[in-house]
T-cell receptor
Framework: GAVVSQHPSRVICKSGTSVKIECRSL??????MFWYRQFPKKSLMLMAT?????????EQGVEKDKFLINHASLTLSTLTVTSAHPEDSSFYIC???????????FGPGTRLTVT | AQSVAQPEDQVNVAEGNPLTVKCTYS??????LFWYVQYPNRGLQFLLK??????LVKGSYGFEAEFNKSQTSFHLKKPSALVSDSALYFC????????????FGAGTRLAVHP
């Protein structure tokens, strides 16, 4: 139980285009989901907190107009990287919080490469 | 400011030997502490957590961690390492006032040699 999926697992896009990454909790409802970014051989950097039915809360230094987050249902959050640039290339990981639990369940990550 | 430190970039250990991956934290209030493991190009897998209660916490795959309040540490341990334990390990602390929001350490790469 408590499985989180991400789609796609890998995506290559051209500079200037937008790409959407989906995060789904497959067998539980998640009021809260988180989006992280991980640089090579580095730790996870929290980008934003996604709450179902409300606006996402972004961490300091994260551009909300560039990284659009939509948490439209209790099982789905999406991250859209708008007007992507090569410096947006990274490994993006989402997590979902099982309601009533202290644990975050992490997705397998999405490797974004912007050419 | 709340933070987590993992002082070692890499830990090398021979298979069958005990392993320790160090973690210290700085938070206000009572900490919620976690260990996660990450395999290449994968998301994080939960290993164990400390919320309250016994200082020694047992988790997945034979790992355990000891919460030491006086030393503000939460070191990860395993009595006998396996080659398959080789991975990247992250210590994390949940921020006070919102246990869901995690701050991660920089990560420690564990290399277990046959």
């Amino acid at each position: 139980g408590a499985v989180v999926s991400q789609h796609p697992s890998r995506v290559i896009c051209k500079s200037g285009t937008s790409v959407k990454i989906e995060c789904r909790s497959l067998d539980f409802q998640a009021t809260t989901m988180f989006w992280y970014r991980q640089f090579p051989k580095k730790s996870l950097m929290l980008m934003a907190t996604s709450n179902e039915g409300s606006k996402a809360t972004y961490e300091q230094g994260v551009e909300k107009d560039k990284f659009l987050i939509n948490h439209a249902s209790l099982t789905l959050s999406t991250l859209t990287v708008t007007s992507a640039h090569p410096e947006d290339s990274s490994f993006y990981i989402c997590s979902a919080v099982l309601t009533g639990s202290h644990e975050q369940y992490f997705g397998p990550g999405t490797r974004l490469t912007v050419t | 400011a709340q933070s987590v430190a993992q002082p070692e970039d890499q830990v090398n250990v021979a298979e069958g030997n005990p392993l320790t991956v160090k973690c210290t934290y700085s938070v206000s209030g009572n900490p919620y502490l976690f260990w996660y493991v990450q395999y290449p190009n994968r998301g994080l897998q939960f290993l164990l957590k400390y919320i309250t209660g016994d200082n020694l916490v047992k988790g997945s795959y034979g790992f355990e961690a000891e919460f030491n309040k006086s030393q503000t540490s939460f070191h990860l341990k395993k009595p006998s390492a396996l080659v398959s334990d080789s991975a990247l390990y992250f210590c994390a602390v949940a921020l006070s006032g919102g246990y869901n929001k995690l701050i991660f350490g920089a990560g420690t790469r564990l290399a277990v040699h046959p």
